[in-house]
């Protein structure tokens, strides 16, 4: 058996990367483990990239948040020398009154945030990949854009590793207990002694909590290339920022710029509660198809061949906020993060939040939105 670490992190990808990044910076002793080798296309952070904004509209209380994880993806691309985050302004695409719209203008509004009101002729004015019914409008925000999710993984374990964390891939966690003040992990290959330990296995994650009623439901999501079939030049980063839309009530489809000559495009919420040991990764042609539906009616230019698809996978929270909360029974244990689809993005911040409870006892930031205790929160209607 080995020395007790200060920490032991279940799980590499965004959070638990993050997470190992922030405690061994601290001079904590990290040991931490992934079931696969992080970045790996097996969890939810891979597929080039990822959505990140600010004028959140699934609740204002998010903002302060991704404030603080802009400030941290900053940081780690001087510290690494990578390029993770690339700025395009985004747009929230639907009708007025829905969620989408109504939410981002909220969040804008509250911390005065700068944004536009775009109507149905602007955008399209704007943004001529775009084509929006007349009855849509936008809000416009200039600082969301894309992060590059393999290389912010990569970047947060190679500073883990430089700092001295002890990094097991391939090693899934099978079990644990408590044993004294500390825990005991075990795995194939032995077992380990830590003082805390931080949760962060995703879709896996229940299967480590079989005592905590998280409700989650792990989703399948597809995600979709299509090179443009038309104007390839409009698709641009410098032209088309990433954008979310809510063509109908409460459904959702999302998309980024074209990078290597390829724009990717996916729903969001739709997919099938599945298991992540048998997930199905095949995309049939008939989801091909539907995605291409709406890029019809709305992006016919972006039409063009299908290049690829991949399938990720949502751990979806009854109430699609993060589950960022203690065990009930062992306060040295943290979960994280259950995010519901839309978290990678503040993947950097829960890593620094993860060492600020764990080692310092507090987050300055509010966190009451992420409690374990579902029942007391309201329904948020997340997307990416
Ligand atoms: C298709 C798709 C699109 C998305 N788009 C966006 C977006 O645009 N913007 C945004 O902010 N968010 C987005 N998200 C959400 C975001 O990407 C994920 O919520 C986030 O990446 C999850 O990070 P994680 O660390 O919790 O999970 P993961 O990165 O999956 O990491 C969990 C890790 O735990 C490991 N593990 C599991 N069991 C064990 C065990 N027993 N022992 C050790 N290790 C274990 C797994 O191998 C895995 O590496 C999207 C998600 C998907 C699927």
């Known amino acids: 058996?080995?020395?007790?670490?200060?920490v032991a992190i279940v799980g590499l990808g965004a959070?638990?990367?993050?997470?190992?990044?922030?405690?061994?910076?601290?001079?904590?002793?990290?040991?931490?483990?992934d079931?696969?080798?992080?970045?790996?296309?097996?969890?939810?952070?891979h597929?080039?990239?990822?959505?990140?904004?600010?004028a959140y509209f699934e609740d204002p209380r998010y903002v302060p948040l991704v404030q603080r994880a802009y400030e941290l993806w900053r940081e780690l691309e001087?510290?690494?020398?990578?390029?993770?985050?690339?700025?395009?302004?985004?747009?929230?695409?639907?009708?007025?009154?829905?969620?989408?719209?109504?939410?981002?203008?909220?969040?804008?509004?509250?911390?005065?945030?700068?944004?536009?009101?775009?109507?149905?002729?602007e955008i399209h004015r704007r943004f001529p990949a775009l084509r929006p019914t007349d009855d849509m409008v936008a809000i416009w925000e200039p600082r969301a854009g894309v992060l590059f999710p393999e290389a912010c993984v990569v970047a947060h374990l190679a500073l883990a590793a430089k700092a001295g964390a002890d990094l097991h891939p391939d090693e899934p966690v099978e079990s644990w207990r408590?044993?004294?003040?500390?825990?005991?992990?075990?795995?194939?290959?032995?077992?380990?002694?830590?003082?805390?330990?931080?949760?962060?296995?995703?879709?896996?994650?229940?299967?480590?909590?079989?005592?905590v009623p998280l409700g989650l439901a792990v989703a399948r999501q597809p995600l979709f290339?299509?090179?443009?079939?038309?104007?390839?030049?409009?698709?641009?980063?410098?032209?088309?920022?990433?954008?979310?839309?809510?063509?109908?009530?409460?459904?959702?489809?999302?998309?980024?710029?074209?990078?290597?000559?390829?724009?990717?495009?996916?729903?969001?919420?739709?997919?099938?509660?599945?298991?992540?040991?048998?997930?199905?990764?095949?995309?049939?042609?008939?989801?091909?198809?539907?995605?291409?539906?709406?890029?019809?009616?709305?992006?016919?230019?972006a039409a063009g061949r299908f290049a690829r698809a991949a399938v990720c996978m949502y751990a979806n929270t009854p109430d699609g906020h993060f589950v960022i909360d203690r065990h009930p029974e062992h306060e040295r244990m943290l979960i994280l993060s259950a995010c519901s689809g839309h978290g990678f993005k503040f993947s950097s911040v829960i890593g620094e939040l993860a060492a600020d409870l764990l080692l310092e006892g507090a987050s300055s930031l509010d966190l009451d939105l992420f409690r374990l205790r579902h029942e007391e929160r309201p329904w948020a209607g997340s997307i990416t």
């Open 225 to 301: 290339w299509f090179e443009p079939r038309a104007h390839a030049e409009s698709f641009a980063p410098e032209r088309l920022p990433i954008y979310l839309w809510e063509p109908e009530p409460d459904r959702f489809f999302y998309g980024f710029p074209a990078f290597h000559g390829q724009i990717k495009v996916a729903t969001h919420g739709e997919g099938a509660v599945v298991d992540p040991d048998t997930v199905d990764r095949e995309v049939r042609a008939s989801e091909v198809d539907a995605l291409r539906q709406r890029l019809e009616t709305y992006m016919p230019d």
């Open 1 to 6: 058996m080995s020395r007790a670490h200060t």
């Open 78 to 121: 001087r510290e690494s020398g990578a390029t993770l985050m690339r700025e395009t302004g985004g747009l929230m695409i639907g009708r007025e009154d829905g969620v989408l719209v109504r939410g981002a203008r909220a969040s804008a509004e509250t911390h005065r945030l700068p944004f536009e009101r775009l109507d149905a002729g």
């Open 178 to 211: 408590r044993e004294g003040e500390g825990f005991e992990l075990a795995t194939k290959h032995g077992v380990y002694r830590t003082e805390r330990v931080v949760l962060a296995a995703n879709a896996w994650l229940e299967r480590l909590l079989p005592d």
């Open 15 to 33: 959070m638990g990367s993050a997470a190992a990044c922030h405690f061994a910076r601290r001079g904590a002793s990290v040991i931490g483990f």
């Open 47 to 54: 597929g080039e990239t990822r959505i990140i904004r600010e």
């Open 35 to 45: 079931r696969f080798a992080p970045p790996h296309t097996l969890g939810s952070s």
